[in-house]
């Protein structure tokens, strides 16, 4: 059993800043890819960034320059850091943690976290 737990969200003005935190606990034997989502009201959830040991992060064209994504593998922790946040910001943001069994792998969610942008 694995558990993903956000954290951060909260309610800022246009041009504020957040850190958002997921950690994963559990039956964790290996992570491969920690990654954030979003998922606005009457939208479909997209990708904010993801995170690979190794690998260069990937980012939505519309947060970079503006979010980073960084991992801390010793605490099986992601973070996002949110600069100059807009109102098209405003979601809900979602953890996905992929954990590595062997030849195969299960993505677990978090319960999401709400960021509010207000202009």
């Known amino acids: 059993q694995v558990q993903v737990v956000e954290s951060g969200g909260g309610l800022v003005q246009a041009g504020g800043s957040l850190r958002l935190s997921c950690a994963a606990s559990?039956?964790?034997?290996?992570?491969?890819?920690m990654a954030w989502y979003r998922q606005a009201p009457g939208k479909q959830r997209e990708l904010v960034a993801a995170?690979?040991?190794?690998?260069?992060?990937t980012l939505l064209d519309s947060v970079k320059g503006r979010f980073a994504i960084a991992r801390d593998n010793a605490k099986n922790t992601v973070y996002l850091q949110m600069n100059s946040l807009k109102p098209e910001d405003t979601a809900v943001y979602y953890c996905?943690?992929?954990?590595?069994?062997?030849?195969?792998?299960?993505?677990?969610w978090g319960q999401g976290t709400q960021v509010t942008v207000s202009s």
């Open positions: 995170i690979r040991s190794g690998v260069t992060p």
């Open positions: 559990g039956s964790v034997f290996s992570i491969d890819e």
């Open positions: 996905k943690v992929k954990v590595q069994w062997g030849s195969e792998s299960d993505d677990y």
